[in-house]
């Protein structure tokens, strides 16, 4: 893997001396047609007669509720004629070029194929994704890298993705979504987890998904608000899952990344779960180590959106709570909820951790 | 400063002006009054001229709701915080968050041409109307 040297920039974070890394960029197609070149004819041709069918309670297989701005995204990130973030030109000018960012860690969300019902079609179309991310954008921006997008409710298919991207220093990291259909510590996930050591990529849970399930314990909520929120409580069901099934005692060297689920929760899990530990042992008889201990190894997160006490020194504890070394800046970019990385984050954080959430802790978690 | 003329900016339009020192300003015609604010939103900085004009959706109680002072509103385009473009007081928290508002007012060229104000970009002509912000 290139190691970077980071850039001077004007418009960079002047903390940003290790360089300035964001681990949350949504590309997206400028239409359905750029992934023909990428499927079967059969699959193509499901795709044009049945669409895409993600396993999603009301909507089609549409996001549930309407997200605060059209396209979940800026109003000043529409390109000429297109749709945020379909644009390698655009993008460069308004997000890579203007923040002076070294490397943009890509996420693609929709249209991915993840959590399509069609366990084969959301195989080819994550494929097809991770095809595309080479030709549009990987190829032509030495700047980004890509997530192998993989078919998580199918774990044998996902696999064998992971294991087809193994060693291309395009791709930073395994794509899953932080609503699945079982908790992701399910032993029929880890293939998953397992190609992903072999290959030495982190595992990525990135807020959304297609669970099937209501995304709240008392089912579907009123407001997009509500579910915005949820995206942490998402993360919490994967935290404990992942830790209590054994998966980090199965995989010392899995490494999770958390994104867009904020963070201040996670040391309140890690909390808990270590007080029920102590009397629950003989249940959980495989858990060597105390689960905090397990989530501060394994678990990084990500700054957007970062919680925001009202008093600055909560913000350091929260911080500490979580590990200094274990947060990595994300500008979610093109999406409403943006983070400017000269704004983002609060002015009580020290200069040198600033160094380390824009660039040192990344660059020491994938390699870059 | 001129902004521009009046014809520039019909009723329910606005204009990105520069007032120096990479300072801008964005003036919007609300149904034939002019009202200028800092371009730059206090949150995390987004262009407010990118934003859309909308109004107060108020709710007594749940269940309740009515728009009120429809395009009296300008939300930005990043994060949707919305400002009150006759104070650019913010929705949200009025009283602590602000956006700064400089005063806007009509002038006919024939009065301008003498100064003191500055036009930089355009000619100012007697026989029009411009928009001027006291910035």
């Not at chain 1, 097809?128 to 190829?139: K, P, V």
Request: aromatic letters at 12%.
């Amino acid at each position: 893997m290139n190691v970077i040297q980071p850039i001077q920039h004007p418009g960079k974070p002047a903390a940003a001396t290790l360089g300035l890394v964001d681990v949350d960029i949504h590309p997206r197609a400028k239409s359905i047609d750029e992934f023909r070149p990428f499927l079967s004819a059969r699959w193509w041709e499901h795709l044009t007669t049945w669409g895409m069918r993600q396993r999603h309670g009301y909507t089609g297989g549409q996001p549930p509720f309407p997200k605060a701005q059209p396209m979940a995204s800026r109003r000043d990130a529409w390109p000429p004629g297109g749709t945020p973030c379909s644009d390698l030109e655009f993008m460069r000018f308004q997000l890579l070029d203007n923040y002076g960012i070294d490397v943009g860690v890509l996420n693609p969300l929709q249209p991915s194929g993840q959590g399509d019902r069609n366990n084969g079609f959301s195989a080819a179309m994550a494929h097809a994704t991770n095809e595309w991310q080479l030709e549009a954008w990987l190829r032509k921006e030495p700047r980004l890298r890509g997530s192998v997008v993989v078919p998580y409710e199918d774990s044998a298919a996902s696999a064998a993705e992971i294991r087809a991207r193994a060693g291309d220093p395009n791709f930073a990291q395994v794509l899953m979504m932080s609503r699945t259909a079982e908790p992701a510590g399910n032993p029929r996930y880890w293939p998953i987890y397992e190609a992903a050591v072999e290959a030495g990529l982190p595992v990525a849970f990135h807020a959304f998904g297609y669970s099937g399930w209501a995304m709240t314990n008392g089912g579907w909520p009123s407001f997009y608000i509500e579910e915005v929120s949820e995206h942490a409580t998402s993360c919490q069901n994967q935290v404990i899952s992942l830790v209590v099934e054994g998966v980090f005692e199965r995989f010392p060297g899995l490494k999770v990344v958390l994104i867009e689920c904020g963070f201040a929760w996670m040391p309140s899990v890690a909390w808990r779960l270590d007080g029920h530990w102590k009397h629950l042992k003989s249940e959980v008889p495989h858990l060597t180590r105390a689960p905090s201990e397990q989530i501060r190894d394994h678990i990084w997160v990500s700054t957007q959106p970062m919680e925001e006490p009202e008093r600055g020194a909560h913000v350091l504890d929260i911080c500490e709570w979580s590990g200094w070394d274990h947060i990595l800046f994300a500008t979610d970019y093109p999406h409403w909820d943006f983070d400017d990385p000269r704004e983002a984050l609060p002015g009580i954080i020290p200069a040198e951790r600033r160094r380390d959430i824009f660039g040192g802790n990344a660059r020491k978690l994938y390699g870059f | 400063m001129i902004a521009g003329p009046v014809a520039e900016i019909p009723p329910g339009g606005r204009k990105l002006v520069e007032a120096g020192e990479g300072r801008r300003i964005v003036v919007f015609n609300l149904d034939g009054e002019f009202y200028a604010l800092a371009n730059r939103c206090p949150h995390q900085g987004g262009s407010l001229c990118d934003g859309i004009r909308t109004g107060h959706v108020t709710a007594p109680e749940p269940g309740i709701y009515s728009y009120e002072r429809r395009g009296e509103m300008i939300r930005c385009p990043w994060h949707s915080w919305e400002f009150d473009i006759r104070t650019g007081k913010s929705w949200f928290d009025p009283r602590r968050v602000q956006v700064r508002q400089f005063p806007a007012h009509v002038e006919k060229g024939s009065a301008l041409v003498e100064g003191p104000y500055r036009a930089e970009t355009f000619p100012v002509r007697v026989e029009d109307d411009y928009v001027v912000v006291e910035a």
